[in-house]
């Protein structure tokens, strides 16, 4: 905001906050941390922070559902992106699988393990967003919200490129918890909890008018290696569209359909 002129000195307390400014970005982490000021209105975010200062901010905020981007570019990591727009509580990198993780097969390598929770085709293209692509995004988001329930590292454990693949994890709920489980009931582990907050945000008001991603990554990026990346507006809307079919979520609303909730054994959340 401060670059483009959209703030200046007399919001933010006299700094000049240019990018680069490293003093300066000291001094406001402080204000930041004691909510003084310009700081207090930072501390709540960007998301909420751009609604205070108004101005047309909000065209430069990178979030989803009030959360900000990590470090990952859904430009060049499509599926991630779809993921991000997606997944209950905004834009995660660690809610599903990264795309470069689909190679062209998937059980080509002994540290691709994917074929295990249910994809077996690769994706030729790295930036598309083909139907196996969003399969790929789907699986591994459920996976993923599974090592969440079971409290796994994902940097650990995971359907990728991590030391403990599927097959471990079953291993560890045998052994650990006596549970002789399989692969496909623990996925439905990691299903059900999507499906569960997923039903808990619809309740709340949400629908699928915020499955969406900010204008800037669907804009050409300027200069460096990812000079004219962007993501592809209709590809993005068509693989939205293909999530809600593969995941039995109702296309007018993006909320799991009754069908879906008693597949899982959740139709209470019905009554």
Request: glycine share 10%; with cysteine.
């Amino acid at each position: 905001c401060f670059e483009s002129g959209i703030i200046d000195t007399v919001d933010t307390d006299g700094l000049e906050l240019n990018f680069g400014n490293g003093s300066a970005l000291v001094k406001m982490v402080e204000k930041i941390a004691k909510k003084e000021g310009f700081g207090g209105i930072l501390a709540e975010g960007s998301a909420r922070a751009a609604k205070v200062i108004g101005r047309g901010s909000e065209k430069l905020l990178v979030t989803v559902k009030g959360q900000e981007f990590p470090a990952h570019m859904p430009q060049w990591k499509a599926a991630l992106g779809l993921i991000y727009a997606i997944n209950s509580y905004g834009a995660d990198h660690q809610s599903s699988e990264h795309d470069h993780i689909l190679a062209a097969d998937p059980t080509s390598s002994e540290r691709n393990r994917l074929a295990k929770i249910g994809v077996w085709k690769g994706s030729k293209e790295f930036r598309s967003l083909d139907e196996e692509k969003v399969r790929f995004a789907f699986n591994t988001h459920c996976f993923y919200y599974l090592m969440n329930t079971l409290c796994l590292c994902q940097f650990i454990a995971g359907p990728g490129w991590q030391i403990i693949g599927p097959s471990e994890v079953v291993e560890l709920c045998r052994s650990g918890i006596g549970w002789d489980t399989s692969v496909y009931e623990l996925m439905l582990i990691g299903e059900r909890q999507v499906n569960m907050m997923r039903f808990f945000n619809s309740r709340e008001g949400f629908t699928k008018d915020n499955d969406t991603l900010p204008e800037k990554v669907f804009i050409p990026l300027s200069g460096g290696p990812s000079d004219g990346v962007y993501l592809d507006r209709e590809e993005f809307k068509s693989a939205l569209e293909m999530f809600y079919k593969v995941a039995q979520w109702d296309p007018s609303n993006g909320n799991p359909t009754e069908g879906a909730l008693r597949r899982l054994s959740l139709g209470w959340l019905l009554s």
